[in-house]
């Protein structure tokens, strides 16, 4: 597995993928009805922030992360990264790949931690990687995140020191 930046020309293998698990509405706390335009410019980011994609040895996109300052002024020294795998390629270690990525871009950039502001609590698979990333749960906003199966369910707020990685 290959992960290199991504570029516009990546969004239609994006997309596909972006849009169902956006409009599934477990995940993330995008809109549900969010358009191609829109999905595309609120993942592609501009420098100095990043987007990657994870691509298998024939071009095939697995999976894509989007990273940033995740608030500006006397606290831009904090990373945040979000992450999207296609469904049809996960198990294969794509999002483990692509955290440690962006683990290893922010620590290359200067960020003294990363933090993630919103970890559905019912996305077991998603926490259970952070953690063993060294991502802890600092706090969660009680039914924070309306699941549409789940009804409401918390919202974790996870944070992981970067001095300490290798």
Known sequence: MLIRDAVTEDWPAVWPFFHAI????????YPTDLTSDQGRDWWLLPAPSRTVVAVDEDGTVLGTAKMNRNHLGNASHIASASYMVDPAHSGRGVGRALAAYTLAWARESGYRAMQFNAVVASNERAVKLYHSLGFEILGTLPEGFRHPTEGYVGLHIMHRALSDQP
């Open 22 to 29: 956006v409009a599934a509405g477990e995940t993330f706390t």
